[in-house]
């Protein structure tokens, strides 16, 4: 049997594959080894994984893609997997930049761009990833991602790029002051994230004409930044994530504005996780 993870820093999604057996899907808390520490996720998998496996002795490979999972902090990854399922032959943890690659275009080359609370994007060359725009996160970078947008729409709702209605619509819809939102961005954890959860409030009011264009001109910087760079101006552009699956409208203007054409979107990589595993 199979075991594959697809992990953020909030959630993780695992499917279990067996030969004449339908996919099991499971779910967990989030694991990040860039944000927690070797003991938190240890219980994370004894506590919340292990429980929920149908035959964990009969697991035999283990596909783990998630965010936080660069080079350095793999070995980790791969020694706490290797605890909970000591009979598994193949234990491999990648980026979830490598999954959304695979995901989008199995061994076809091709750019793989992650737009969600955070950006990303890779070249990949149907092997392995190639080219990585350095996305240098929400304060330098992430133009694309959920958590810019959150600061674009705060930014003009009260600096004047958004008429007072919208202001004040929002603030009673949220019951959220200015006071509140510095506190939120500047004093509190996680600002990516409420930043990125005014989209709610963001997508539902896409009729409006100016609120519609920050979201465009978010997806332009993008492709302007970071897609721009790999100077692939030929290659299959698709993208995985929350931001691309609800805004894919949005985002496939945005692309064409720029030159581009935006060919594959899917909310997640699990799927096409999925079809990869069990071609190899």
């Known amino acids: 049997m199979i075991l594959i993870a697809d992990s953020g820093s909030t959630k993780t999604d695992w499917c ?54 660069r080079e350095e902090m793999q070995p980790l990854m791969q020694q706490l997997l290797t605890s909970v399922l000591p009979l598994a032959n193949t234990i491999a943890v990648n980026t979830d930049l490598l999954a959304a690659a695979r995901a989008l275009y199995g061994h076809q080359q091709g750019i793989a761009c992650i737009l969600g609370t955070g950006a990303n994007s ?25 958590a810019v947008l959150g600061r674009l729409f705060i930014n003009a709702m009260f600096k004047g790029g958004l008429p007072d209605s919208v202001k004040q619509d929002f603030m009673l819809h949220t019951q959220l002051s200015l006071a509140d939102i510095i506190n939120k961005v500047y004093k509190q954890p996680m600002a990516n994230r409420f930043l990125a959860s ?15 264009k920050i979201v465009t001109q ?19 552009i698709g993208a995985i994530g929350s931001m691309a699956y609800y805004y894919q409208e949005q985002l496939k203007e945005a692309a064409y504005a720029e030159g581009f054409e935006v060919k594959k979107i899917f909310k997640s990589p699990m799927e096409g996780l999925i079809a990869f595993h069990q071609q190899e």
């Open 16 to 69: 279990v594959l067996g030969h004449n057996v339908q996919p099991q899907y499971l779910s967990t808390q989030g694991i990040n080894p860039f944000q927690q520490d070797a003991l938190h996720i240890k219980d994370i998998l004894y506590t919340e994984l292990l429980p929920l496996l149908p035959c964990p002795n009969s697991i035999r490979e283990v596909w783990f893609y998630g965010a936080g999972c």
């Open 218 to 236: 978010n997806f332009r910087d993008f492709f302007r930044n970071n897609i721009r760079l790999y100077h692939q101006f030929q290659c299959n």
């Open 198 to 212: 005014l989209s709610l409030y963001i997508h539902e009011h896409l009729d409006n004409a100016d609120i519609r």
């Open 122 to 146: 890779c070249f990949y060359d149907g092997e392995k990833i190639i080219e990585n725009v350095s996305p240098l996160g929400y304060i330098l970078g992430d133009e694309g991602s959920g």
